[in-house]
């Protein structure tokens, strides 16, 4: 056993048991940040930050939400919003939150490609990054049922028969997955579980798999550029901060960072406040009528690009496109040939890759909540296909790449 | 600088995406219908029955029949008009209005498959041309005449062998314009003019009024089948039990609501619910009460709302200074 002596302090004491103050310096105080960053690179803070939003406001709901076919949908709309003091409060933050979460999952993907923050050693990061996208978008869809409205019902319907597999027609695998012919009490009940006990767990698990990831390849910066973290750790240490290339995490990194936390939670509150209705559809307060289909019925904004990929095509290649829309964005760090690490205006034709994702993607956003019609069905054909086209492409444009 | 830059993409791809999934894919998915401020002169109608006549000769079928009905509207509206032009004699109208109080005597009994509506307010609540055309055909001014082989056979459709005389309409509405408009309460607004069909369990009313509470629990289910009874006879009525109301607020956009009461088959064609009439100052009441039970937060939120804006306005410039002194010696 460890020698303890009389502690002086709580601090102290604590050090002795637990070593805090190891802890507090390669966590933060000695956990380089290199300097050369923009604002985009505090999205990982905001991304924890509104991850703890959502825990905490979920905390609250779950005090007075009843998983019961029968009760759920007053329970949401009549007790929290009416008879709990703030439940309003508490759901909206919940709502706009799981709404907002995802766009900042987004800008923070986009940064990860467009700086090449997947590479060379940073592989980890990207693919771990890449299973969180995929929790929390089991944990959205999971959540979106609890209201038990028509769009939870039938967004559930549309949903679970995709696993019947188009012509393999495994109805036994839908039936087991939804606990029944149709959804009803035991669907609901066992969404409720994945999205109160086991999603959450798994996130959390994956929020410190995550970072982990970064601990040894260090996070990337603006330019790409191969720092020695020690040696300019050592330069910081010694005083000569202009000349060091990195920053501790706390406080200098952890100052920005809370900085753009403000910005960002002043307009997180305005929608919280005044313009939640984006992030609330209103088919959803019409409670589940498994009788009455809605004239449209489409997912949450966050979907819509990888439901538009599976809609234009014939029920089995729609359903493989969309498989493989899926999958696709884990093999980045591997389809990518070139050597190079930098921001993708330094990449020549990558540039030009990355702006036609970018706008590919947001048509196909736009169009998966367009009905299915005219011109509209043209268009998301094509902009399915060139997402379908992007990955080869990719390939070959990086093979070429010039190194820098 | 380059922040800004930076900052100035993702906010334009940001509002892109939003414009692209609110407001732009929301006007392609519903069918726009123009608003016709609570106003009644059967142009909706006439509009309708025309379009009638189009897809008859298109289809090449019950032409004749498309072309009677638009001549009927048309009779029928230019009919109204002319009632309108009279100048009606309350005296003479609270006399004649002894004939409605036959059914509309607050009884709450249902008659014909609906309990007669209450019409204490009606004259504040309802719109006058309205009310003259529903006196004088109660499935035309409705525009539920679709429902009826014969109009006489509405519930309400014996009215029009009750009170024949233009000039005696003319002076039942002069009645009900002047003593049955008192101030009006939102709730009383939605309780006359739409709660005999819809219930709003949020507010603990049903079809039959307001729930009361029961001591013991006999009567409490004697009273919950009652309510059944009368939506089991509304629903025989109408073909579906009418949608509860409590939180319609919040599943339809105000733009539908106005529309859809003005005239529901403007956004429903056929539907059987049928045009309540309500004058732009009644339609606000309900809404106010309808806003009231389905968006109750709305006060607590208009209250707080800058409060929790300005906290983070100040954390946020406390943020930057401190970020600024963090940063100063870095470059």
């Keep these: 056993m460890a020698k303890f002596e009389k502690a002086n302090s709580v601090n102290e004491w604590l050090d002795q048991r637990l070593a805090v103050e190891t802890l507090k310096r390669v966590l933060s105080t000695e956990y380089w940040i290199p300097k050369d960053i923009n604002f985009l690179w505090a999205m990982g803070m905001v991304l924890a930050a509104t991850f703890g939003v959502l825990l905490i406001s979920g905390i609250f709901l779950l005090m007075y939400y009843k998983p019961d076919a029968n009760l759920a949908f007053d329970s949401v709309n009549y007790v929290i919003m009416s008879e709990v003091g703030y439940g309003w409060l508490w759901r909206h933050i919940h709502g ?38 995929v929790a929390f978008s089991a944990e959205a869809f999971s959540g979106y049922m609890l209201p038990w409205g028509q769009m939870s019902y039938w967004a559930g319907m549309v949903i679970t028969n995709l696993f019947s597999g188009g012509s393999l027609e495994a109805y036994g695998l839908v039936e087991w997955i939804r606990g ?10 066992r969404f409720f579980m994945l999205h109160v006990l086991l999603i959450p767990l798994v996130i959390i698990g994956l929020i410190v798999l995550h970072f982990g990831t970064l601990r040894i390849p260090h996070v990337n910066n603006q330019e790409g550029a191969e720092i020695d973290f020690e040696e300019a750790a050592e330069l910081y240490k010694a005083g000569k901060k202009k000349e060091s290339k990195v920053i501790p995490f706390n406080p200098v990194f952890l100052s920005k960072d809370v900085f753009v936390m403000g910005v960002y939670f002043i307009l997180f509150f305005y929608l919280v406040f005044y313009h939640f209705n984006f992030a609330m559809d209103p088919v959803n307060f019409d409670p589940a009528d498994g009788l009455m289909t809605p ?10 690009w990888s439901y538009e990929i599976l809609r234009p095509f014939p029920k089995d290649p ?5 498989g493989i829309a899926q999958a696709a964005l884990f093999f980045l760090p591997f389809i990518d040939r070139s050597p190079n ?12 890759w990355f702006w036609v994702l970018i706008v590919d993607m947001i048509v196909l956003t736009v169009l998966g909540k367009l009905p299915p019609e005219g011109i509209f069905n043209t268009l998301g054909t094509v902009a399915a296909v060139i997402f379908l086209l992007m990955g080869p492409a990719l390939i070959v444009i990086t093979k070429f790449e010039k190194k820098l | 600088m380059r922040e800004l830059k930076i900052l100035a993409v993702v906010v334009f791809f940001t509002l892109v995406t939003y414009w692209g999934v609110e407001p732009f894919a929301h006007s392609q998915m519903h069918k726009h219908v123009e608003g016709h401020g609570f106003t009644y002169n059967g142009t909706a109608d006439t509009k309708e029955a025309e379009a009638g006549v189009v897809k008859a000769k298109e289809s090449g079928s019950k032409e004749a029949e498309a072309q009677a009905k638009l001549e009927a509207k048309k009779v029928f509206w230019a009919d109204v008009e002319k009632i309108a032009q009279l100048q009606g004699n309350a005296a003479n109208g609270e006399a004649a209005f002894a004939t409605c109080l036959g059914c509309h005597n607050g009884s709450g009994v249902n008659m014909g498959g609906v309990i007669p509506p209450n019409l204490d ?21 409705s525009n539920v005449d679709h429902k009826y082989e014969d109009t006489m056979t509405h519930p309400m459709g014996s009215i029009k062998t009750m009170v024949t005389d233009d000039q005696q309409i003319a002076d039942i509405v002069a009645y009900m314009q002047e003593k049955m408009a008192g101030e009006v309460t939102s709730k009383q607004a939605f309780d006359e003019a739409c709660a005999r069909c819809h219930a709003m369990r949020y507010a603990k009313t049903t079809q039959l009024g307001d729930t009361p509470t029961f001591k013991y629990e006999k009567d409490a289910l004697a009273h919950k089948i009652k309510v059944i009874e009368e939506q089991e006879m509304v629903k025989a009525y109408m073909g579906k039990l009418p949608p509860d109301l409590s939180i319609m607020v919040r599943a339809r956009s105000e733009h539908f609501m106005e529309t859809f009461v003005e005239n529901p088959q403007a956004q429903l064609p056929g539907t059987s619910m049928p045009r309540v009439g309500l004058s732009h100052e009644g339609y606000e009441k309900v809404k106010a009460y309808l806003e009231e039970v389905g968006d109750p937060s709305k006060p607590a939120r208009e209250a707080i709302g800058p409060w929790v804006l300005l906290f983070f306005v100040v954390f ?11 940063w100063k010696d870095l470059h």
């Design chain 1, 96 to 133: 706009v939150g799981a709404s907002v979460v995802f766009l900042i999952i987004y800008i923070h993907m986009f940064t990860g490609i467009y700086y090449g923050s997947y590479k060379k050693g940073r592989e980890l990061i990207w693919l771990s990054g890449m299973l969180l996208f």
């Design chain 1, 180 to 189: 029944d012919y149709v959804p009803g009490d035991a669907f609901l009940t």
């Design chain 1, 295 to 304: 004239a449209h019925i489409y997912p949450e904004w966050y979907f819509l």
């Design chain 1, 318 to 322: 729609g359903l493989i496109a969309f």
């Design chain 1, 341 to 352: 690490v930098a921001p993708a205006h330094k990449r020549g034709l990558f540039f030009v």
């Design chain 2, 121 to 141: 307010h009606a004259g504040a609540l309802y719109d006058k041309n309205y009310l003259i055309a529903l006196i004088k055909d109660p499935a035309m001014a």
């Design chain 2, 316 to 326: 946020t410039v406390l943020a930057y200074l401190w970020k600024k002194s963090q």
